[in-house]
C-alpha cells in the first residue's frame, strides 16, 4: 500500500501512514515503493519539483518533469544518504529516520540524531546542491536533537524565501523576505504544548520556543510547517495556525526595523526596498482554524500539512487527510484564510487508529506556564515601598502579559511586550527554567484610558515611569526566571523593579549577587546516586567502578571550563569587532546608509552586543566557579573512596563515609569544628574611630543552592549584612585532619570573604562593615583574601596575604 506526505511537509513519527498527493494536479502517484513517505521541493532556478520518499534509512527522489532530474526513483545523490566530500570532517550519517521539506530544502535526520540540510537554489552565504551538516552563527555547528527533543511529537522545516517572496505585518504592511532566507526547525515537544526551534542564523541548539495556542494550555497531537508558518490540531480536531520566526516576532534588531505604533506603508512587498521598512509588532498571535464539517461517515485523521502555494501570508493551503460523508478517503483542503474545507477524493491509506474519535468535543487541555509575580522598585539599597508592581500572568516562553502599579487604593494597568534578546551563546540549558535567566527586550504600552480616575501625583508618577516611554521601542529590558523577573529602563541603570513568585525572599540586595548561581547541572550530576557510595553494598571493584565514573564527570567539568573560556573570548571577539564599527557608523554619514542595514543595524546592535557580553561573561564566569568547585569536591571523593576501597573486604560490605568526609562543602564548617556562634569585635585601621565595633557573627546554613559551595555568616540577631565565605581549597585540609578538633590542632585555614555589596543597616553595625571592611573591598571587588584561625576558644578573620598594616577585621570568642 502507498503511504503519502507531500506538499512542503515533514514526516514525524505518527505520520509515516499518512497519503497527502504533494500537488492536486499531480496524478502519476502510484507505483512508488509501499510504506514510504513522498514529500516534495521545487527549485526556483528551473521552477522544477522534485519527490522525495524514505524507505529503509536511504532518500529516493524524481522529478515531476524529468527535464534536470530523472523520471524514476533513482537514491538521492547516487547514495541516499547525506555525504559532502568537499567538506572537511563532515559527519556521515549510516541511516535517515525523518525527512522533511519545504520551498527549495531538504532535511534530513540521522538515527544519532543529527540534521542535515540539502538546498537548490543558490544564495550568496552558501552554496547550492550539496549537504550541509552544520549550520548557525557566528559559530556553525551542527544542530542535534537532545534529550528533550527526541521525545517530540512531530517536527518540521519552515522556510521563508522568495519563494513565498514577503511577509505581511499585523498592519498590513508587505515585507520582501531579502536576498537570504529564513530557515526554522520547529519542534513539537512530546506535550504538545510546546514549540522549540532552531534558525541557520543563530547558534545551533533548540534553547529557544513558542508558546501554543492558548498560552500554551492547547494541547497539539499534530503539527507541521510552511513558509514559517506552523499548523496545529488537537485529538478533538481543533486547529490552530501562526505565522512565527525569530524575525517575525522582533527578536532581530539589529538586521529589522520594527514599531509598535500602527503605520500603513506604501511600498509593495514585490519591491526589496519594503523589507527596510519597519516591521509591525507584536507579531500574529495564533489564529483559530474553523472546524471541518463531518457529516454520515465522514472523519479525519491525525495527519496534517501546510504548503505554501505563493505570495505572502495567506498563500498556505492547509490539508487534513480523512473520510467523506460515503467513507471514502481522501483529504479536506482550504486556503489559510479561507472559511470553508473541500473535500478531495484520493486513494489513500488510513489505518482506523489514525482517525480521531474526539471530533465535536473540546480537545485535551494542560497547564499554562503563567506565572504571577509581585514586588518593588530598588534605588541601589533602598525599597520603594510605597508602591506594588504586579504582573499577575507572565510566561517565560513568550507572549505579553499585564503590569498593575499599585498605590495606596489606586491602581494603573499597562502590558509588557517582552521579545528574547539574541544572543551568541550555544545553550545547553533552558533560559529562565534549569539555567540562567532569559533575557528579554521590552516595549510597554499604557492601557487604553489608564490615567483615567488616577489622583493628579499619582498619574504624574505613573507619566514619569512609564507614560513618557509608551510604545517606545525595546525602552526596557527584562531579566526572568520561573520564579522571579528584573525590569529595568535602559536609560535609568540604577533602579530595577524586582518581582517575584512569593517563593523566594523578594529583598533584592541580598539577592542580586546570586541569582546566577543555581545554573549548576556540576551539582546535580555531582550528587547523582550511580556516582556516590554511602550506604550502598560494594566491593572494592565497585568502588573502584564509581572512582571511574567521577574521573569522567571530572573530565567534563574541565571541558565545559574550557567552553566557557572559549564563550568569553567569543564574547570579546564581537565586542571587538561590532562596538567600533559602530561607533565610527554613528559618528559618520554611514549612519545614513541602509544598503546594506548599516543604519538598521546600529540603532540597537551596541546596546544587544554590550548586553550580551555582560550576560556571557557572568554567565561564564559562573560556569567556571562552578564547576572547579566540582572539579575540588571531586577530588576530594575520588581520594576518600580510593581509601574506602583499600579498606573493603573482597566479598563487600555496605559502604559508610567517615564522619571527617562529607559530599557538601557546607558540612565542613562543622566538620573543621568552627563554632556556630562568635561574639566579638571588628578592627579598623582608622586610629579616630573611638567607638567598639561589636558583633555577632552566625553560621547560617542556606537553604537555597544557592551558594551550595561555601559558608554564610551573618551579623546580629536581624542580620544587617551577611559574609559569604568561600573556602577555596579547605575543604581538603580540613579532610586531612581526620576529625581532629581545633582544642587538639589550633586550625588555619586559608579562604575568600565576600560581603553584601550593599548594606542597608545603621548604628554600629552599618560603622562596623564601613570601617572594618572598606580598606580591604577598594583593593578587591572580587573578594578579600582572607585566613581564618580558630583555636577552640578564639576565632579570627585576618586580611591574607596581608597589605595593610592591620591585617585583623574580625577577632571574636565562640559561643556554645
Partial sequence: MLVLLGGCASLSRDQRENVFPPDPAEEDINGVFPEAVYIKTRTQTFNTYHYYILREGLIWYKSRDGKKEPLNWTLFQKTGLPRNPWRL??????????????????????????????????????????????????????????????????????????????????????????????????????????IVYADTGLRSDFSRNYIGPERGAFKALAFSASASTMFVMNDAGEMYTRIADFDIIG???????????????????????????????????????????????????????????????????????????????????????????????LPLYLPPASLLQNTGNTGGRGETLDRAFRGFRWKGAEKEHEVVYEIPNFNILEGSCKLRVTRGDETCGLTLYPVELWTYQKRNFLPGRNGPPKMFLVTIFLDENALAGLSESFAAFIQEQFGRHDKKLFQFSLAAKNNFCL???????????????????????????????????????????????????LTPEGIKAKIELNKGLRERFKAEISEAERLKLLGFSVDFGYLPLDGIARLSLLRFIDVPKIRTMTRFGARIVLLNSAYTRRLSDVQKWVNQKSIDLLDLRIACYAELAKQLPKEGRIVSLPPWYSEEIAAYWDIAGFPRKMRGLFFSPQLYLTEDLPAVLTFTPLETGNHAFGWNLTAGPSPSFTLFIDPEKSAKTIYARKGKSPGELPLTIDCVVYIN?????????????????????????????????????????????????????FRGKAVY
Fill in 251 to 345: 527578536c532581530d534588531p539589529m538586521l529589522f526595523k520594527y514599531t509598535y505604533i500602527p503605520y500603513k506603508s506604501d511600498i509593495p512587498g514585490t519591491n526589496y526596498f519594503s523589507n527596510l521598512t519597519e516591521w509591525g509588532l507584536p507579531a500574529e498571535d495564533w489564529r483559530a482554524q474553523p472546524s471541518i464539517p463531518l457529516r454520515g461517515k465522514a472523519a479525519i485523521s491525525r495527519h496534517i500539512t501546510i504548503l505554501q502555494n505563493g505570495w505572502g501570508n495567506g498563500a498556505r493551503e492547509l490539508r487534513v487527510a480523512g473520510l467523506n460523508e460515503e467513507g471514502e478517503t481522501g483529504y479536506w483542503y482550504k486556503a489559510i484564510f479561507d472559511g470553508t474545507w473541500t473535500f478531495k477524493e
Fill in 757 to 809: 555589596s550593599t548594606v542597608k543597616a545603621g548604628g554600629f553595625e552599618q560603622t562596623a562593615v564601613e570601617w572594618s571592611f572598606a580598606p580591604f573591598t577598594r583593593e578587591s571587588s572580587r573578594g578579600i583574601g582572607a585566613r581564618l584561625t580558630f583555636d577552640g576558644e578564639y576565632f579570627e578573620i585576618q586580611e591574607h596575604p596581608p597589605i595593610h598594616s592591620n591585617k585583623t577585621i
Fill in 89 to 194: 570532517g563532515f559527519n556521515k550519517p549510516e541511516r535517515i529516520v525523518e525527512i522533511s521539506a519545504d520551498a527549495d530544502e531538504l532535511a534530513a535526520l540521522s538515527d544519532e540524531g543529527g540534521f542535515y540540510r540539502f538546498c537548490f537554489d543558490m544564495i550568496i552565504t552558501r552554496k547550492s546542491k550539496v549537504w550541509f551538516d552544520r549550520q548557525g552563527w557566528p559559530i556553525e555547528e551542527q544542530l542535534f536533537l537532545n534529550k528533550r527533543t527526541a521525545k517530540n511529537t512531530a517536527w518540521a522545516l519552515g522556510k521563508r524565501n522568495s519563494h513565498a517572496l514577503y511577509y505581511e505585518d499585523p498592519f498590513g504592511n508587505q515585507h520582501h523576505n531579502g536576498t537570504q532566507e529564513i530557515a526554522t526547525t520547529y519542534v513539537l515537544l512530546e506535550d504538545g504544548q510546546e
Fill in 487 to 537: 525590569l529595568q529602563n535602559s536609560v535609568v541603570t540604577d533602579q530595577v523593579i524586582f518581582l517575584t513568585d512569593g517563593t523566594i525572599p523578594d529583598d533584592f540586595t541580598e539577592f542580586e549577587d546570586t541569582w546566577y548561581l543555581d545554573y549548576s547541572e556540576a551539582a546535580a550530576k555531582y550528587n547523582s546516586p550511580e556516582l556516590t557510595v554511602e550506604n550502598q553494598f
